[in-house]
């Protein structure tokens, strides 16, 4: 007997089936650059569902692993991951994910064509976003910080198309002391007496992409009588280590204690690790460290929020086609009212986070131009930062939640794939700081960037032209009012903060 077969969903085009996302480019990009990178973008959003989908399955089915001692009883501390995972760092680099935003290019644009690059990336690469973001970050700080010998050697690994030549990095901060409050932070570094070098030891908690060539780390520094030269989180200075040796592959006076068992990113090799004296090369000023180690996490948090939106972008896509196959009760879900509402619940998410994302991706690419930054960019990219992490991380909780029940039953079977998007955005409201320390840092900005008046010119701008929008005529009134609770409030606080 032939019993029922219900079609699965199917992914196409990840680039051409978001018509968000084309009519958004249109609106945001000059023609020039859109014609010039959209054959890319297109074959890239058919390739994310082609072989780079099925190398992210294959990692994500077999977890990396921590041989620490050999049969003889050595101890090699060897990590291993399936060699999909190392294919994935391969086509990281052939495709440019990190060296488009290096080589410019398209100018102020560069940032948003690597960014979209890696938003079609991240839902089927088992989070390779992870690596990319750190080693993004740490090209980043090198590019600001680093001497010439590093300008010369990692930064150029970071940003190589070659896969032979790309290095990926690792960004170690958290210890068990405190991820958050990083001023409690144990781990030293002691001055070597006439070498431009210090030797650090300290246990890091938290260590993803384990298996990267170098790191930028936090220690605290110390005279070369280990005494240490500040306390609290002035004490700190960033330091570039390198955590293997680049021809044995050995690890660098480091030693690995345990593999995270994670309740989701299961492909990214997340340790615990001790690091015994190994060689580091302080980057700015000594302690100076958060303030230069953030020009890391303020990347970092714009991967996340990447990460975050493909996630939403991935579960509307699914929980669509899905509504085209499936009947209840006698009719397909998409002509279901109550289901195309969920559904609209759910792009509406999607559509607000895209438009962060494009956002704050346009403020960081104009920022790092010559002639094309102002302070204004700069204090609107320092608020919406945080913001915009904050805010899409959560929504792609819940958004990646409602696609598995858009699913059915099914949708909470491992090997529909929407279990894994769920799990592994939840960290995305964790990592690269909590909610709550995001909502401190988006006071922070206010206080010390001067954020708040042109994050409130911007929303006065936008409330204003969705007034003046034909289909929304019957709520400009609301507008107004909302516009004019808007300026109340910032004078209060712009009162209150004596600014
Ligand atoms: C898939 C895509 C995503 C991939 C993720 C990769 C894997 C995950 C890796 C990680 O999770 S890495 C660890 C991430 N850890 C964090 O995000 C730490 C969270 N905690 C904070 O952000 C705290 O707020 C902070 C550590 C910054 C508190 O430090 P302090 O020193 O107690 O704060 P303080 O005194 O307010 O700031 C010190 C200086 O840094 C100030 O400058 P000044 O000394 O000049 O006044 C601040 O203005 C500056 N600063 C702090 N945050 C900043 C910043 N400057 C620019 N941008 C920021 N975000
Ligand atoms: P805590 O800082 O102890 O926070 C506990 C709770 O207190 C949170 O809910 C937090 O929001 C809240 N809280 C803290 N301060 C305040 C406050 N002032 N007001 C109100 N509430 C507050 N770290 C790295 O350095 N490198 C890595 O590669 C890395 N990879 C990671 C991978 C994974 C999968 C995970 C889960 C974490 C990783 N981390 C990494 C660590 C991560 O950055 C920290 O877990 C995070 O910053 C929170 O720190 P914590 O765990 O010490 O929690």
Redesign the pocket.
Known sequence: KEYFQQQAPHLGNQYLDDTYLLETLKRVLPNNIRESIEPDLRRFGDRVVKDILELGRASENNSPKLIQYDAWGKRIDKIVVDESWNILKDISAQEGLVSIGYERKQQEYSRLYQYLKIYLF?CSSA?F??PL??TDGGARLLELHGSKDLLEGPYKHFISRDPKQFWTSG?W??EKSG?????NSETTATEVLGKNMSTIEGYKY?T?ATTSQTAIILARDCDSNGKPCGEG?RGLSAFYIQIRDPQTQDLNKIKIHKMKNKFGTKAVPTAELELLGTPGLRLGPKGRG??VI?SI??I?RI??V??SVSTMRRCVALARDFSHRRVVFGSKLSENLLYLSTLAEMELEFRASLQFLVDVTLLFGRSEIAGKSSSSTDSLL?ILT?LSKLYTAKQSIKVSSEGIECLGGTGYMEDSDMPRLLRDTQVTSI???TTN?LS??VW?SIK?NNSLKPFLEIINQRLQSVSTLKQFQFSSAIIQDSVKLINEITKQVMEQMDM
């Open positions: 991240a989070v976003d992870c973001s750190m960004q901060m958290t991820g958050s409050d990083v001023a938290f993803s989180s958060v303030p953030a996490l303020n970092t991967h996340n990447i990460h320092r945080p990592w690269e700081g320390v401190m840092d922070r010390t």
